[in-house]
């Protein structure tokens, strides 16, 4: 079955930088790539996603890059706000089901 | 997102004891979905149900058991045989089954007395 590494899982930045989240998969069949984010306790909510036939998807300070020769993908967040801070997940699917990644803890210090 | 409610947010068990977790959407999606969540661990698949009368289990669906009678509801069992069923537990749904986004509720804890 599909196998999602996510690294790092913990990540630490200034208010103002960038921050940088990356995932591998396993499966060549994988179409679809969700990101979700995760405050403590509450619901994940998806944030962006990018599908196979797309190299790059940006949604203001968001922006997801796909690689498909190299089974991999990674998120970007530009300009970060203390707002950003929370648990950040991905996830790959080959049109059964999501495979998520174990998370990256993000914290932006003012 | 108000599409999806679980019910209860906390749940205790009793050892030997089955609990039911609750889920309904009222999203008109077809497929829906169980994750277990646990500290580092992200979310694991339990089961998922592509239409009505028809499910299929995850990657640990051991020890769990679920039912899809009803289009927007698909309740999930933690049976006597989960023996760490302590854990956070999220359902989702998506107007299809896989490469769609999933819309999840606020989810249920589950802990052992």
């Known amino acids: 079955g599909e196998n999602v590494e996510q690294h790092p899982s913990t990540l630490s930045v200034q208010e103002g930088d960038s921050a940088v989240i990356k995932c591998t998969y396993s499966?060549?069949?994988?179409?679809?790539f969700p990101w979700y984010k995760q405050e403590l306790g509450k619901r994940p909510q998806l944030i962006i996603d990018?599908?196979?036939?797309?190299g790059e998807k940006k949604d203001q300070r968001i922006a997801v890059t796909l690689n498909k020769t190299a089974k991999h993908f990674s998120l970007h967040i530009t300009e970060t706000q203390p707002e950003d801070s929370a648990v950040y997940f991905c996830?790959?699917?080959?049109?059964?089901?999501?495979?998520f990644g174990k998370g990256t803890s993000l914290l932006v210090t003012p | 997102d108000g599409g999806i409610t679980q019910s209860p947010k906390y749940l205790f068990r009793k050892e030997g004891q089955n609990v039911t977790l609750s889920c309904e959407q009222n999203?008109?999606?077809?497929?829906m979905y169980w994750y277990r969540q646990d500290p580092g661990q992200g979310l694991r698949l339990i089961y998922y149900?592509?239409?009505?009368?028809?499910?299929q289990k995850g990657d640990i669906a051991e020890g769990y058991s679920v039912s899809r009678e009803k289009k927007e509801s698909f309740p999930l069992t933690v049976t006597s045989a989960q023996k760490n069923p302590t854990a956070f537990y999220l359902c989702?749904?998506?107007?299809?089954?896989?490469?769609?986004?999933?819309?999840f509720g606020d989810g249920t804890r589950l802990s052992i007395l």
């Open positions: 999203l008109n999606h077809d497929a």
């Open positions: 499966d060549s069949a994988s179409n679809y």
């Open positions: 996830a790959a699917s080959n049109g059964y089901a999501l495979n």
């Open positions: 989702a749904s998506s107007d299809r089954q896989g490469n769609q986004p999933q819309h």
């Open positions: 149900s592509q239409i009505v009368n028809d499910f």
């Open positions: 990018i599908r196979s036939n797309v």
